[in-house]
């Protein structure tokens, strides 16, 4: 079975860091891409990043550009969002979700649409204090 399982979220001051883990299982791992969405409430869900486990190309979006960074492990089969400068508006539940390693060379549009995404873990916490 396909397996996403996010962790590392918490609460932490404005200016603060975290650093998400999405450990993944149940498929070839070097043929996805992993994302990280998030999802604040009463709002939509948002694309934040996305890496190539193929290549390790990279997205991110304009708000999280300077301050997160994807990686990934793929002997380990898992994927890393380290997030500094938080800042209250990052305040959401944080997932992880695979799509085919093809997205990120597509459409720039699409690498962080939701609905190109066929696998999800749980989200987790984050809380950024002001």
């Known amino acids: 079975d396909v397996q996403l399982q996010a962790s590392g979220g918490g609460l932490v001051q404005a200016g603060g860091s975290l650093r998400l883990s999405c450990a993944a299982s149940?498929?070839?791992?070097?043929?996805?891409?992993i994302a990280w969405f998030r999802q604040a409430p009463g709002k939509e869900r948002e694309g934040v990043s996305c890496i190539s486990n193929k290549d390790g190309s990279t997205y991110y979006v304009d708000s999280v550009k300077g301050r997160f960074t994807i990686a990934s492990d793929n002997a380990k089969k898992m994927v890393y969002l380290q997030m500094n400068s938080l800042k209250p508006e990052d305040t959401a539940i944080y997932y992880c979700?695979?799509?085919?390693?093809?997205?990120?060379?597509?459409?720039?549009?699409?690498?962080?649409?939701?609905?190109?995404?066929?696998?999800w873990g749980q989200g987790t916490l984050v809380t950024v204090s002001s």
């Open positions: 149940g498929f070839i791992f070097d043929d996805y891409a």
């Open positions: 979700a695979a799509t085919g390693f093809q997205v990120v060379h597509g459409d720039p549009g699409l690498i962080l649409d939701s609905n190109e995404y066929d696998y």
